[in-house]
Nanobody, 130 residues
Framework: QVQLVESGGGLVQPGGSLRLSCVGSGFKFDRYAIGWFRQFPGKGREGVGC????????AYANSAERRFAISKDNIKDTAYLQITRLNLEDTAVYYCARHPRPYSYCSDFDFGSDSAYDHWGQGTQVTVSS
């Protein structure tokens, strides 16, 4: 069955960096766009960005800053979210998700909407604290 597993979260000091990973299995990873979201305590999920099926053309939500970088390695069936210059407001659970239509570019759909995805990982906690 389709599975997405995030990892790489943890406790980080302000100003630090993290690279989160999202490993896909049970489907042809290189055929699907992957989105990244985060959820703050007590709030709904917020879109961070998306990477198109082939691993090019990342797209970012308006709220995402230049501190975020999304990439995809279709050989390793893994998508990545790199976050630099972490601050306290980045504390959240980070999720990856799969867009259901194969061979999609992020520009083909509303990549910042969680309804655009059919499978989700369990999330990885990122805590920024000194």
């Amino acid at each position: 069955q389709v599975q997405l597993v995030e990892s790489g979260g943890g406790l980080v000091q302000p100003g630090g960096s993290l690279r989160l990973s999202c490993v896909g299995s049970g489907f042809k990873f290189d055929r699907y766009a992957i989105g990244w979201f985060r959820q703050f305590p007590g709030k709904g999920r917020e879109g961070v960005g998306c990477i198109s099926f082939g691993g090019a053309n990342p797209a970012y939500a308006n709220s995402a800053e230049r501190r975020f970088a999304i990439s995809k390695d279709n050989i390793k069936d893994t998508a990545y979210l790199q976050i630099t210059r972490l601050n306290l407001e980045d504390t959240a659970v980070y999720y990856c998700a799969r867009h259901p239509r194969p061979y999609s570019y992020c520009s083909d759909f509303d990549f910042g909407s969680d309804s655009a995805y059919d499978h989700w990982g369990q999330g990885t906690q990122v805590t920024v604290s000194s």
